[in-house]
T-cell receptor
Framework: AQSVAQPEDQVNVAEGNPLTVKCTYS??????LFWYVQYPNRGLQFLLK??????LVKGSYGFEAEFNKSQTSFHLKKPSALVSDSALYFC??????????FGKGTRLHILP | ETGVTQTPRHLVMGMTNKKSLKCEQH?????MYWYKQSAKKPLELMFV???????ENNSVPSRFSPECPNSSHLFLHLHTLQPEDSALYLC????????????FGPGTRLTVL
């Protein structure tokens, strides 16, 4: 069965430091992987996706994610965190049958 | 915003009321989705419509009734809800059968008294 795991409920990072939000997946076949961000009282916003090609994917607001097939991971990263990056982040996987599974979300706190 | 609008943004209803949530997308997509987001629970996919046909119904209670009159509009009709149905209801759209991202509306915050 396909699944997505975000092992951390919350991640705290000091402003200016690099940040990583973890995601691992389990899916048959080649995965399509996504990251979304949700600010308070808003819907989810698309950040980036991996379909094929380069393992390092660049997205909105300076975020990037690295696809690692051997570790079945798709961690979200940013070299220098901003206080405005504080939000809820969701990893999602879409399989060949078009089924979409979201992770439970990781709350990111950037400390001034 | 993202081209997906939802109304109302907030709704308070009693357990005996009937109300409807509306979603509209202006992105030319051919698939639309309803999600439920509760505190401390993962995002739950409720319904999927592709080309106005319901293609997925994830064991949602019958007190939730979706309707998709055309590819741009999606409704969620609510009746005799329970307090545990209080949540943020999110609508999304995408191109079906492509590895495309979904575009989400801002959600309707529903409180059932």
């Amino acid at each position: 069965a396909q699944s997505v795991a975000q092992p951390e409920d919350q991640v705290n990072v000091a402003e200016g430091n690099p940040l990583t939000v973890k995601c691992t997946y389990s899916v048959s076949g080649n995965p399509y992987l996504f990251w979304y961000v949700q600010y308070p009282n808003r819907g989810l916003q698309f950040l980036l996706k991996y379909i094929t090609g380069d393992n390092l994917v660049k997205g909105s607001y300076g975020f990037e994610a690295e696809f690692n097939k051997s570790q079945t991971s798709f961690h979200l990263k940013k070299p220098s965190a901003l206080v405005s990056d504080s939000a809820l982040y969701f990893c999602a996987v879409r399989d060949r049958d078009d089924k979409i599974i979201f992770g439970k979300g990781t709350r990111l706190h950037i400390l001034p | 915003e993202t081209g997906v609008t939802q109304t109302p943004r907030h709704l308070v209803m009693g357990m005996t009321n009937k109300k409807s949530l509306k979603c509209e997308q202006h992105l030319g997509h051919n698939a639309m989705y309803w999600y439920k987001q509760s505190a401390k629970k993962p995002l739950e996919l409720m319904f999927v419509y592709s080309l106005e046909e319901r293609v997925e119904n994830n064991s949602v209670p019958s007190r939730f009734s979706p309707e998709c009159p055309n590819s741009s509009h999606l409704f969620l009709h609510l009746h005799t809800l329970q307090p545990e149905d209080s949540a943020l209801y999110l609508c999304a759209s995408s191109q079906r059968r492509q590895p495309a991202e979904q575009f989400f509306g801002p959600g309707t915050r529903l409180t059932v008294l």
